[in-house]
């Protein structure tokens, strides 16, 4: 006999619920504004993470600009699927990865959905992606407050924290603040803000530009009461590894960003232990 | 008797059919990737076309992210309703502005809806807003190839084109060409690519760093053969304008972008006098 529609439901929440009860700590990336960094703070945790012998998964939710395949450098796999369920890409021994760009056929095609498709796809990735047991799965979305991070939310109901990032600039950190509100709303813990582009050094003469101004990320942590987890400034060399796939964490003697940024993953890190 | 939704449905689609017939071109301002500064080539594009004397609106259809009236100075007006329906606020003597932030009562309130209520913010913005006679609407639309630009290219079947936004990183030429596909599958036609962020000259030693790199945006162009609008570099000046509300444009002298930015604005020019 077909399973009815009910049936499926109660099925797939309850693959969804055994999924997730073998992740131990699930957090989201999140950012109002565009642009201003998050799937390269989301990659790069997950990276850093990796190499502390931990179990890590990342899920890139950014249904029409899924960016995670291509700094991981994994851009030509493909997901497949076993008696198991999804399987996710193999990024290094612990790193595992899942994105809509991992199932198209033609990297350049755009996917042309509405919100509800949204909804069902992400839930399908929570549902039926053999992630197996993780330490922690870092879920990039896309920039805003609409379908996707939403989904996240509400699908996700013991998710353990939101890292919230942001460019210093005022325009950017309006939108931040309205990531933080509605990260709160839904009863998300935050685990902080990221100030991200914050300073540029320039190669030749070494003195400070602050491009896209400085502070911006800090003070709305400050005014809203919630842990300011560090700044990165910007590096060309930075632009360069996210496009060759090459995490940027790996050159950390070498790079300011990096040391600055594993300072961060150390703080995460901390987040977690006090749960 | 009250209507039935049918009706209703009617009736808007004839309201909206009748505004939109009174504006001569609308463009539509679109990126793959998030924060390549998009909103900024439409607030700066209609700001420079009021300057010729035409009469120009400009609708924000980023629901979650939305920044136009922040970057135009008027963060504190509202939209106010007259007999002829929803009443744009005057920027100046030849721009007018629509923007969900000019409703919301409480800047900081994240906007928490679905694709399906956008879709019908977006629809009574084209059907209810008075803008009376125009001679240019430039919608700008966030990010991706989702919701708020499908409902625009849906719901204005003669779109005369559309801007497409990128900075010259392969990460972020990557999404620009979903969105020069979904454009093209729409049937809209393309009035070329903008290539922001291009460049950056140091202010203390004058030497150009390419922090994002540079030429992606020219060579997606040529491979796609589509219109290369031109290029514009990074200048910090220019964030703080943003930030302040002031456009760019109006420094044309002294600043390199808004030169270049210029330019720009002469080729869109252009593309109408085509058709």
Same mark, same amino acid.
């Given at each position: 006999?077909? =399973?009815?529609?009910?049936?499926? =439901?109660?099925?797939?929440?309850?693959?969804?619920?055994?999924?997730? #009860? +073998?992740?131990?700590?699930?957090?989201?990336?999140?950012?109002?504004?565009?642009?201003?960094?998050?799937?390269?703070?989301?990659?790069?945790?997950?990276?850093?993470?990796?190499? $502390?012998?931990? !179990?890590?998964?990342?899920?890139?939710?950014? @249904?029409?600009?899924?960016?995670?395949? !291509?700094?991981?450098?994994?851009?030509?796999? !493909?997901?497949?699927?076993?008696?198991?369920?999804?399987?996710?890409?193999?990024?290094?021994?612990?790193?595992?990865?899942?994105? @809509?760009?991992?199932?198209?056929?033609?990297?350049?095609?755009?996917?042309?959905?509405?919100?509800?498709?949204?909804?069902?796809?992400?839930?399908?990735?929570?549902?039926?992606?053999?992630?197996?047991?993780?330490?922690?799965?870092?879920?990039? #979305?896309?920039?805003?407050?609409?379908?996707?991070?939403?989904?996240?939310?509400?699908?996700?109901?013991?998710?353990?924290? /939101?890292?919230?990032?942001?460019?210093?600039?005022? @325009?950017?950190?309006?939108?931040?603040? !309205?990531?933080?509100?509605?990260?709160?709303?839904?009863?998300?813990?935050?685990?902080? @803000?990221?100030?991200?582009?914050?300073?540029?050094?320039?190669?030749?003469?070494?003195?400070?530009?602050?491009?896209? +101004?400085?502070?911006?990320?800090?003070?709305? /942590?400050?005014?809203?009461?919630?842990?300011?987890?560090?700044?990165?400034?910007?590096?060309?060399?930075?632009?360069?590894?996210?496009?060759?796939?090459?995490?940027?964490?790996?050159?950390?003697?070498?790079?300011?960003? #990096? =040391?600055?940024?594993?300072?961060?993953?150390?703080?995460?890190?901390?987040?977690?232990? $006090?749960?």
């Amino acid at each position: 006999m077909p =399973k009815t529609n009910d049936q499926e =439901k109660i099925e797939q929440d309850r693959r969804l619920k055994g999924n997730m #009860s +073998k992740i131990r700590h699930k957090f989201l990336v999140i950012s109002g504004k565009g642009g201003v960094g998050k799937t390269s703070v989301a990659v790069n945790l997950a990276n850093a993470l990796s190499l $502390t012998d931990k !179990k890590i998964g990342i899920l890139d939710v950014d @249904i029409h600009g899924p960016n995670i395949a !291509k700094m991981l450098g994994i851009e030509h796999a !493909k997901l497949s699927v076993s008696a198991d369920g999804i399987e996710p890409v193999e990024v290094a021994a612990n790193l595992k990865a899942v994105s @809509i760009s991992l199932v198209l056929e033609n990297p350049d095609e755009p996917v042309i959905w509405r919100g509800p498709l949204k909804m069902v796809t992400i839930k399908q990735f929570l549902s039926d992606v053999h992630w197996g047991e993780l330490d922690y799965l870092i879920v990039d #979305s896309p920039p805003g407050t609409g379908d996707e991070p939403l989904s996240i939310c509400q699908l996700i109901p013991d998710l353990s924290g /939101a890292v919230i990032v942001t460019t210093p600039q005022e @325009i950017a950190v309006l939108d931040a603040r !309205k990531s933080l509100v509605f990260v709160r709303r839904l009863n998300v813990p935050v685990v902080g @803000i990221i100030e991200n582009m914050s300073g540029f050094i320039c190669p030749h003469c070494h003195t400070e530009v602050n491009i896209f +101004k400085r502070g911006g990320g800090e003070e709305l /942590a400050r005014a809203c009461e919630v842990p300011f987890l560090g700044r990165i400034p910007i590096e060309p060399e930075f632009v360069e590894l996210a496009d060759r796939g090459t995490p940027f964490v790996a050159f950390e003697d070498e790079m300011e960003s #990096s =040391k600055a940024f594993l300072k961060i993953v150390r703080r995460v890190e901390e987040f977690t232990s $006090t749960r």
